[in-house]
Nanobody, 124 residues
């Protein structure tokens, strides 16, 4: 089992940047593909980006490609989401999650462990 705690959210102007962190407990962090999701008010939770267990493969949703970068540091049990060129439509609660599926997947149902979320608000 793994416990996840996100941090780094906040209020930023359009065009600005934020770096989200997700710290994991446990000694098996490197055995989990990780993902970042977001949920805006009144909308379903959606996939943002995922990363393989070793970090050598990443996949991002089309609307964030070229702006957001997912990475991980297995020695620190941490996964990151660097968000640049933020837009008001990026406003949401951002969650990190760990999957027991072998590969990187975008399906929210394939993720077993979730953090509590961190709010990101982008003003226009």
């Amino acid at each position: 089992q793994v416990q996840l705690v996100e941090s780094g959210g906040g209020l930023v102007q359009a065009g600005g940047s934020l770096r989200l962190s997700c710290a994991a407990s446990g000694r098996t962090f490197s055995s989990y593909p990780m993902g970042w999701f977001r949920q805006a008010p009144g909308k379903e939770r959606e996939f943002v980006a995922g990363i393989s267990r070793s970090g050598d493969y990443t996949y991002s949703e089309d609307s964030v490609k070229g702006r957001f970068t997912i990475s991980r540091d297995n020695a620190k049990n941490t996964v990151y989401l660097q968000m640049n060129s933020l837009k008001p439509e990026d406003t949401a609660v951002y969650y990190c999650a760990a999957s027991s599926v072998l590969g990187v997947v975008a399906d929210v149902g394939k993720y077993d462990y979730w953090g509590q979320g961190t709010q990101v608000t982008v003003s226009s």
